[in-house]
Structure formats: structure tokens, C-alpha cells
């Protein structure tokens, strides 16, 4: 088992950052993706950004050049940098873990972009 716990969400008006971490209960060994999902109210949960063991990412369309993922082996933690922060970028923020057929999320952080 691997508990996730987000950190990191907040009001921020447009056009500002935050920047998101997750961290895990333990090292995930092997192959694995470590992602962001939000979901807004009334919307599907959708995929923001993912990252592979290997250091491969990938973006949601409406996110690239704003928001880089990156992860910290040794700490366990995987972060969603968010720039230029709009108010459609307003939801809550799922950190999730696939590893084969293990599939862990954590409770969620709410982002609210608003002036």
C-alpha cells in the first residue's frame, strides 16, 4: 500500500503560481507513473501532468508552458509547478500513483484562482 498526501493548494489570483507536492509513504520501486488529476465541479477528473520512473512527461494541452511536474527520488515526492495561474485552473488537485495494476490517489488539495 502507498498513501499519498497532497500539500501545497490555495487561493492565488490570475496569474499567479503555486506549486504543489505529494508525498508518498514509501519508495515505489520499478515501473510506475506518478500524476496530477484535478477535477471541477460538475467536470470529469482529468489528467494534468504525468511523469514515468524514467523521467518522461506529459501535459495536458491546456496546461503546457505553464506547469512543469517533477519528482524527488530520494524524498519520495512528485510537485506540479503552476504558472500563470487561470481561473479555468480552478479545482481540486489529485496526486496519483499506477504501478502495473496498483493504482493509488491521495484525498486532494483545492486550487482556486480568483481576484
Known amino acids: 500500500q502507498v498513501q499519498l498526501v497532497e500539500s501545497g493548494g490555495g487561493l492565488v489570483q490570475p496569474g499567479g503560481s503555486l506549486r504543489l507536492s505529494c508525498a508518498a509513504s514509501r519508495r515505489i520501486f520499478g515501473i510506475y507513473t506518478m500524476a496530477w488529476h484535478r477535477q471541477a465541479p460538475g467536470i470529469e477528473r482529468e489528467l494534468v501532468a504525468r511523469i514515468t520512473n524514467g523521467g518522461t512527461t506529459d501535459y495536458a494541452d491546456s496546461v503546457k508552458g505553464r506547469f512543469t511536474i517533477s519528482r524527488d527520488v530520494a524524498k519520495n515526492t512528485v510537485s506540479l509547478q503552476m504558472n500563470s495561474l487561470k481561473p479555468e485552473d480552478t479545482a481540486t488537485y489529485y496526486c496519483?500513483?499506477?504501478?502495473?495494476?496498483?493504482?493509488?490517489w491521495g484525498q486532494g488539495t483545492q486550487v482556486t484562482v480568483s481576484s
Open positions: 496519483n500513483v499506477v504501478q502495473g495494476s496498483l493504482n493509488y
